[in-house]
């Protein structure tokens, strides 16, 4: 008789334990970037994390002799229900033991069978929690470490989810390539072309008006990728919550806003690869990594950077201005990438594998398909 147990958190000391459990996961693994716990603790968190006003979660821990051995979150978000379709749930946080056969099945069934008892009929996952925070599982790229915000797993993942029945729902691409390369020449052609252009105006954002600057770009990206698979709006309270969190690693001269006859038209974000100036500190920012990494963000000097946001107003799209607005901010960027950072490599992604307009700016010369991950759906 199994003594594998699953478990739903319920006290503080049971959440720590979920969190923790990572670092039993990947300690052995030199590509995994121990994420800041506060920060998984703030997702998990309703009244932290505003996405609990129109979503719910639970958290459950598989364990074998009082130790834990996996993790699973299941979870439902009412503008899931509204823009992909009644009665989708989702499931996320997966990990587990390489050396454990039982608990992956178990933990996936648990999630389950909590969606199924909440009336919902498909299963996507793995979702971090939502779309905005870690969605897919990484089936490609193992061996590099993740950039800002991108997730990391395990290979034997992939697997134990498709043998509990998953196929393909969506792939989710990222593109590495050496920034100090110049861009090609079509693209060279376009930037130029839109610098004489008198309805064009390229400008950095002014964190002395952050939560204006904050609410401008967010509008811009739920009008950008509201045609998009697996799109949910940001609510005003998340666009808030999502400002305040990225305010300490925004970088004026790497966020951008294109305006077109005035009206702001496109957006990109550029971040520094944060993690590497966050991997020593084993996810504590207590008692002196706080310190040490307000330090390192004074003048951040990094390897690598990242662009995770980036869009043009949905009028826009499909046209030439489009792919003009789009390389006046990479090469802007780029160069200030370079100049201003020390990095020689960069990132672009996530881009839906169906995403064709993003998928040919993001196949620059030099650029390759570093990191795939894969979002997995099931009838339940």
């Known amino acids: 008789m199994s003594d594998l147990v699953i ?18 996961v990947y300690k052995d693994d030199p590509a995994w970037v121990p994420p800041l716990k506060s ?35 299941a979870q439902i978000d009412q503008l899931v229900l509204e823009h992909m379709g009644p009665g989708i749930g989702n499931w996320g946080m997966f990990e587990v033991l390489d050396s454990e056969r039982e608990a992956g099945p178990a933990l996936i069934a648990t999630a389950e069978a909590w969606l ?16 905005w925070d870690e969605p897919g599982l990484e089936i490609k790229g193992f061996t590099d470490p993740p950039t800002v915000m991108m997730g990391h797993h395990r290979p034997g993942y992939e697997a134990q989810v498709e043998a509990e029945g998953y196929t ?12 100090r390369v110049p861009l090609e020449p079509l693209a060279q052609r376009l930037i130029e072309s839109g610098k004489r252009s008198s309805r064009i105006r390229l400008r950095e954002v002014d964190k002395s008006r952050f939560d204006e600057e904050a609410a401008i770009i967010l509008g811009l990206l739920n009008d950008a990728w509201s045609d998009n698979w ?42 520094p690869d944060i993690n590497e100036l966050t991997r020593d500190l084993d996810g504590k920012l207590f008692p002196f990594g706080w310190a040490k990494l307000l330090w390192r ?29 789009a390389f006046m901010m990479i090469e802007y960027c780029r160069l200030n990438s370079v100049k201003n950072y020390g990095a ?26 570093s990191k795939i991950y894969r979002i997995y759906e099931k009838a339940l």
């Open 39 to 73: 920060e998984v603790l703030g997702l998990m968190t309703p009244g932290e994390n505003p996405w609990f006003e129109h979503g719910e979660a639970a958290f459950f821990l598989a364990e074998r002799g009082g130790r834990p051995v996996g993790r699973i979150s």
């Open 168 to 179: 393909k729902a969506k792939d989710l691409y990222c593109y590495a390539l050496d920034i």
């Open 344 to 369: 020689s490599h960069g990132e672009f992604g996530w881009v839906l594998e169906d995403n064709g307009g993003m998928l040919a700016i993001a196949d620059l010369r030099g650029s390759e398909r």
């Open 230 to 271: 697996g799109f949910v709006p940001l609510t005003p309270s998340e666009i808030a919550y999502a400002g305040k969190k990225l305010k300490p690693i925004i970088f004026e001269d790497l966020v951008v806003i294109a305006e077109v006859d005035g009206e702001p038209a496109s957006f990109m974000i550029t971040l």
């Open 297 to 325: 963000l004074r003048k951040p000097r990094v390897h690598r950077m990242r662009v995770p946001l980036m869009g043009v107003a949905k009028k826009h799209q499909g046209g030439r201005l489009a792919g003009t607005l």
């Open 116 to 131: 199924r008892e909440r009336q919902m009929t498909r299963a996507l996952g793995p979702i971090s929690i939502s779309i």
């Open 7 to 24: 478990r739903p958190i319920t006290s503080k000391a049971d959440k720590k334990r979920f969190v923790d459990f990572a670092w039993d």
